[in-house]
């Protein structure tokens, strides 16, 4: 009988330790994180590991379910589904809601980018800088931006005057950058341009060169257009729900703030990997790469000109600091080495 006892209690005691086991590996925190990039893209794998390092770093105390492809949003409502609380979290590109973002969407002007890395440091520099308050209804994690933008299309553009009549994809901003060149600018995410260039629907795109790879864009067009002028880039965002980062102990904001540092670089430097593994893809496919002459450029600069300003008088008339965005972009851009950028989030007033 004390033998059963004995073992009963052991059994017990067994049951408890299991039980206290299963809850100390049980994550307080279960996150959503919806990334508008298919599963295989650069950008949707850095957000997987981005949730792997915040659950390591918290000791499981937080989960993240990474969900790509836009399953839980599409890439345009990807903000506001984070700020209405579908999702937890979300990537997309702040293009893609056009019209919410008037002083972030000077970011994707064309100023002459050179790598993504260094689009990256502007886009976190001046969102810490200027705190917009477009993104006062969200908990801003940081942003990241792809390198210089191209003009890729399935017939040849081997001068300015070739883009008359041409129907280009362009989102945000690049669509005003189409139609001051003459051509006609199609909106639409990159979800959806491969079947538009594979139908003819439009006759080329801008985009950053890793598009034809990660996007496998490169398998429907022809030629590759390295025009400096246009060098623009599309900032995306990481956000969380104002609410969900609220709730998050300071501990583990803390922790998501260290990790949110070191993934935007990462992200950067992605970008640019990214563009010399999809220039050898092109390349590899026998796709024909041209640039325009130094005149012809030239004239692509003059004629983008205006959109500076304008985008600087918008922002004044509507009561925001115009010129001061203005000189930051100017200067930021002009810079070799933009200052390393912290970036922004809740605990960051």
Known sequence: ?????????????????????????????????????????????????????I????????????????????ASENFTSVQNGVSDLGMSCFAYTRGMFPMIEGLDLPWGYRSGRQATRVANEFIRKFQPQELSGVTFMYAHAHGPGLLVSRKEVPNLA????????????????????????????????YEALRKGVVDGTLCPIETLEGWKQGEVIEFVNDVPALAYTTANFVLMNKKTWEKLPPDLQEIITAVNAEWWDKHGQAWDQA???????????????????????????????????????????????????????????????????????????
């Open 162 to 193: 070739a883009l008359s009549g041409m129907t280009i994809r362009g989102t945000g901003l690049s669509a005003k950058i189409v139609k001051l060149l003459g051509a006609n600018p199609v909106g639409m995410s990159q979800g959806d341009t």
């Open 275 to 349: 563009d010399d593994s999809a220039r050898q893809f092109v390349a590899s496919m026998g796709k024909k790469f041209s640039s325009f002459t130094p005149e012809d450029n030239a004239q692509v600069a003059e004629k983008l000109k205006p959109l500076f300003q304008e985008w600087a008088d918008a922002l004044r008339v509507a009561g925001l600091p115009g010129d001061e965005a203005l000189a930051a972009l100017q200067e930021l851009t002009s810079s070799k080495e933009p200052a390393e950028a912290v970036p922004v989030n809740g605990n960051e007033k």
């Open 55 to 74: 659950n390591q770093r918290s000791g499981g105390r937080i989960r993240v379910d990474v969900y790509p492809g836009g399953v839980l949003s599409s």
């Open 1 to 53: 009988m004390k033998n059963l006892l004995r073992f009963a209690t052991g059994l017990l005691v067994l049951l408890f330790l299991a039980s206290c086991g299963q809850n100390a590996h049980k994550p307080e925190f279960v996150l959503s994180y919806s990334v508008f990039y298919p599963s295989t893209h650069v950008n949707a794998r850095l957000a997987q590991e981005w949730a792997s390092e």
